[in-house]
């Protein structure tokens, strides 16, 4: 019992932290500023809960106002909004009026109502719309595990971090725990293939 227990221990640390150091390492080149960012057909904004009122949270409001000034400066020629569509909590439409607000055309916005995970979001972006490269947008604590699924999923992605990479405790804790399953992930998942016929593929 008293060997049992250490050797648990370590066979936890290893599941959990060993995902998150592979993770790390895979998308440490692919993590760049706003103003280093490539010019890409398409930035992916991942939903982020809402406030009172149906107005995005203050984590949902960052990733938008990265997005904005990634659009406002030419990096990215579309806005792609993941996240969910429930009658009662509409992240898409928030996201959408919040950007076009913002001086976004309706036309540069496309929606996926089902993108409900990082990977759904990621796999519908590939298999749906027809994304190959992107630009995403959440934040750092965040930004890793979402590029590591792009990736994975065949999409030449690089991450911004959004709100200046600012770490949140309770949300780092979570990412601890959602690495190993992207992991996972990626690896059970086959990449999805692209649309037979995708005009916005890019």
Wanted: proline share 9%; hydrophobic share 45%; charged share 20%.
């Amino acid at each position: 019992m008293r060997r049992a227990a250490p050797l648990s221990l370590a066979v936890l640390l290893v599941c959990v932290v060993g995902p998150t150091v592979y993770i790390e390492l895979a998308t440490r080149g692919h993590l760049v500023t706003p103003e280093a960012a490539p010019v890409v057909p398409w930035g992916i904004v991942f939903g982020a809960g809402l406030a009172p009122g149906g107005e995005p949270s203050p984590i949902l409001a960052e990733r938008l106002e990265t997005a904005l000034g990634l659009w406002r400066t030419g990096r990215v020629e579309r806005l792609l909004l993941t996240g969910n569509a429930d009658a009662y909590h509409d992240e898409i439409r928030s996201m959408r009026r919040y950007l076009t607000k913002g001086g976004v055309p309706e036309r540069a916005i496309s929606v996926d109502l089902e993108g409900l995970s990082t990977f759904d979001s990621c796999w519908r972006a590939r298999g749906v719309f027809g994304v190959q490269r992107a630009i995403l947008v959440t934040q750092a604590f965040h930004l890793p595990r979402a590029v590591f699924l792009a990736r994975a999923a065949g999409i030449d992605s690089v991450g911004v971090p959004a709100g200046g990479g600012r770490w949140r405790a309770p949300y780092v804790w979570r990412e601890l725990l959602a690495r190993p399953l992207a992991v996972v992930d990626a690896w059970v998942h086959p990449r999805p293939p692209l649309p037979a016929a995708s005009p916005l593929a890019g």
